[in-house]
């Protein structure tokens, strides 16, 4: 049996890295895409970072906390957890063949398959439906 994503876009919160690599511009694009394409919302890791009691308390309510970081170094998740939220999936851009550097003529190629991983983590199995399955 297939698994369904069964979380309306409003419960689906995205959290990009916006570092000074590719990798973290990657991140945020990704996270633009998956919110133009109605997965989930981008929202404000400054916020977070920034203890907004409103924000965190948002991100603490939503169905799924979704953290996209540009590197190892992890710091989108780490100001999450630093704030109390659990992060539910989680994708670090270079796991993903990416290479870390400081050109910033990015690939929308590089930026579709972090927003399609992604979409799998979301709906193991179920990429092709998420969009219907999601409630915009």
Not at 52 to 71: F, H, N, W
Not at 75 to 82: F, I, M, N, P
Not at 115 to 123: F, I, M, P, S
């Amino acid at each position: 049996m297939v698994e369904k994503c069964l979380c309306e876009a409003g419960e689906v919160l995205i959290f990009p890295c916006s570092g000074g690599s590719n990798c973290g511009q990657i991140a945020n694009q990704a996270a633009v895409q998956l919110t133009e394409e109605g997965v989930g919302t981008i929202y404000c890791l400054a916020g977070i970072g920034a203890h907004d009691s409103v924000m965190v308390e948002t991100t603490k309510a939503a169905k799924r906390v979704v953290t996209i970081d540009g590197c190892s170094t992890a710091c989108a998740k780490r100001t999450l957890e630093h704030a109390g939220v659990m992060v539910t999936d989680y994708l670090d851009v270079t796991e993903e063949g990416i290479e870390k550097s400081h050109d910033f003529k990015l690939s929308p190629q590089d930026i579709s398959s972090i927003a399609a991983r992604v979409k799998e983590r979301l709906c193991p199995g179920d990429n092709s439906r998420i969009k219907d399955s999601v409630k915009v």
